[in-house]
């Protein structure tokens, strides 16, 4: 990951085990494994899903996951690549991401390329990290100018 210029403040890069924890969550998130995926959050962590349903702890992430896996996310392959990470101390780290989303199906039924945009704490725990709060959403189209 390069290190970026964010808004006021210089952003740092991700450190190994980071990259490392990331790749097998993204391996896993392909494979739509719901366990495996809801064990990368700590035991306390939450996820909002872009249609906005709350998981809450481990067995809460693996009922939201799975619901997108159902909808959303079926037939998708996604990759998550960092764009910033501020650390909050040694152990706490507020990442940025792209999560690109190939084979997404539209609401005309068309399948298209889409992107989101993720926002996650994530605390190490050893040699890895787990992530406490993941908060994926897309941006909205600018609204056409009133003038």
Known sequence: METTQGVGTTEHRAEASLEDTF???NEAFNRFDTKQ???FWADDGTLITPAGEVGNGRSGV???YSHDCDTILEGTKSTFRITSVRRLGNDLAFMDL???LEN???PDGSRETMTLHLVLLAKRSGNTWQWVDARPYAFIPQPPSVH
Do not use: G, L, T, Y
């Open 23 to 25: 790749r097998r969550f």
């Open 37 to 39: 995926v809801a064990s």
């Open 62 to 64: 693996e009922a939201a």
């Open 98 to 100: 792209d999560h690109e």
């Open 104 to 106: 997404v199906r539209m």
